[in-house]
Each structure stands twice: as C-alpha cells, then as structure tokens.
C-alpha cells in the first residue's frame, strides 16, 4: 500500500515563484527521495535526504526532511514553466529493498 | 547518471493476446529491478520485485500468471503480460538499482515507461 501522502495535489502558480511540495510518511525511513515525472515520461531522480540530515539544496531545490513528524518539503524557487510536472517523494520504507511512492504532486507553472 | 531503457514505449494489442515488455539497465548491473504501474494522474503502485537469477517477489494483489516477470540476466528484465484484457491498459514502469554503489545512496533510475493499450 501506498505510505506516503503528499500535498498539494495540484499546485498552479506562476513562473518566478516559488513551489513547495509536502510530503509525509508513516514507517520510520533509511532516507528519502524526490522524483520528477513529465507527462507520460518515466521518473527522474532530483534529490536524496537521509534520515539523520534535516535539509539538503541542489540548484534551484531545497527539501528538508522532518522525521520526528515524518514529513518532508521540496522548494523549488524562481520556478520555471519547464518545471511543469509531477512530483514524486519515496521513501524505502524502514529499510525494504523497494521504494513507497506518495501520490504526487501535479505542478503547473504559468507562463 | 546510470542509463535504463525499456520498450516498447507504447504497445497496442488486442484482447487474450500477450505483450512484453522489456527493461534494460545499459552502463550497470543490476541485481535488482523493480515494475511499476502507473493509472492515469495517479502514483505509481509496485506490482514486484525482480532479482537476477530467482523468482519475482510479487506485491499484494498482483497476479503472478498474469503478470510474468523473467531475469534471467544482470541487465535485463521482462515483465510479459499474459492474456491481456481492456482493464490492464495502463503505464508499466520499470527501475534498477545498482547494489553495488551502497544501499543507503540507493537511488533509483527509471525507464522511460510503456504505454499498453488493450482494445
């Protein structure tokens, strides 16, 4: 089943703002990750966040990582219409060899 | 980053005919390679677990005639779906894992996914 809820489920704001995505979790986490799908594209990794680190940049990407509320956010600042996608947090689920994916967040940036 | 293909990337059959699918890791070996399915603007569900050289481990739910998955090499796994029907049309995805750089800097990398459409 499905571990992870993310909010908002669609978010549309316009190009030079910032995005921020939330995620949150249920089972205790070896680490965290970020993923980026475009419409009817595979997945493309952005970021990883251990469990014993609280905030990790990459670019234009801030995601912090909360696990006493087991909870995470991704920040996209000055966002782009090329950051029009679907985001995705996963977790590896206290250890299991496979990734819990949340539902997803539908951003849309307006030109 | 490590490179995987899948195809077809979108397949039409008709109904009671099978279909497979292909996942290739390129410039890695993967002992792990995980299939996805995806509907439409929801999340991905695991359908299983492919290890190099046993048996798929199956997710809840998921048919294991229904859904054959062979990996029988290091960088290549299949998932066939057999007698396909309307209801498996769907966005099967796979990924791979590379075991080899640590488990706790795992990430995934994706294939490009297959559109099915069973008519």
């Known amino acids: 089943s499905q571990q992870g809820e993310e909010d908002p489920q669609a978010l549309s704001i316009q190009e030079g703002e910032n995005a921020t995505m939330n995620c949150s979790y249920k089972?205790?986490?070896?680490?965290l990750q970020w993923y980026r799908q475009n419409s009817g594209r595979g997945l493309v990794h952005l970021i990883l966040?251990?469990?014993?680190?609280r905030e990790k940049h990459s670019g234009r990407l801030r995601v912090t990582l909360d696990t006493s509320k087991k909870s995470s956010s991704l920040l996209i600042t000055a966002s782009r219409a090329a950051d029009t996608a679907s985001y995705f947090c996963?977790?590896?689920?206290?250890?299991?060899?496979?990734?819990?994916f949340g539902q997803g967040t539908r951003l849309t940036i307006n030109p | 980053g490590a490179v995987v293909s899948q195809h077809p990337s979108r397949v039409i059959c008709k109904s009671g005919t099978s279909v497979k699918i292909e996942c290739r890791s390129l410039?890695?070996?993967?002992?792990?390679m995980f299939w996805y399915r995806q509907f439409p603007k929801q999340s991905l569900m695991l359908m299983a677990t492919s290890n190099e050289g046993s048996k798929a481990t199956y997710e809840q739910g998921v048919e294991k005639d229904k859904f054959l998955i062979n990996h029988a090499s290091l960088t290549l796994s299949t998932l066939t779906v057999t007698s396909a029907h309307p209801e498996d049309s769907s966005f099967y995805i796979c990924?791979?894992?590379?075991?080899?750089?640590?488990?706790?800097?795992?990430?995934?990398?994706f294939g490009q996914g297959t559109r099915l459409t069973v008519v």
């Open positions: 089972t205790s986490i070896n680490n």
């Open positions: 410039d890695f070996q993967a002992t792990t």
């Open positions: 996963a977790t590896d689920a206290g250890g299991a060899q496979k990734l819990v």
């Open positions: 990924s791979a894992e590379n075991r080899g750089r640590g488990y706790e800097n795992t990430e995934a990398f």
């Open positions: 966040i251990r469990s014993n680190e």
